[in-house]
Nanobody, 115 residues
């Protein structure tokens, strides 16, 4: 069973930046489209950004122009660069395949945007 570990979250002021990392223990992870998701209390998990096998990216309207997804295939790692963060970006962030593989959900990493 794959282990997916997200890291890089924290507390940042509005307008600040964070870079999240996600490392997977199985090579299959990098052979599939990948995505970052986020979830706030009481709400469903939502897709934030995706990256296809060919490297094409797609973003939720709420983060377009501010977030950037990238990956290191050789190291089974996917990243999310988040710039110009807003309080509404506060959430737990997760990575997974796109579409998701249910057994690959990790613990997530908390991002809090607050002054």
């Amino acid at each position: 069973q794959a282990q997916v570990v997200e890291s890089g979250g924290g507390l940042v002021q509005p307008g600040g930046s964070l870079k999240l990392s996600c490392a997977a223990s199985v090579s299959l992870f990098s052979k599939l489209p990948q995505a970052w998701y986020r979830q706030t209390p009481g709400n469903q998990r939502e897709m934030v950004a995706t990256i296809s096998i060919g490297g094409e990216t797609n973003y939720a309207d709420s983060v377009k122009g501010r977030f950037s997804i990238s990956r290191d295939i050789a190291n089974n790692t996917v990243y999310l660069q988040m710039d110009n963060l807003k309080p509404e970006d506060t959430a737990v962030y997760y990575c997974n395949a796109w579409p998701v593989v249910q057994s690959w959900w990790g613990q997530g990493t908390q991002v809090t945007v607050s002054s």
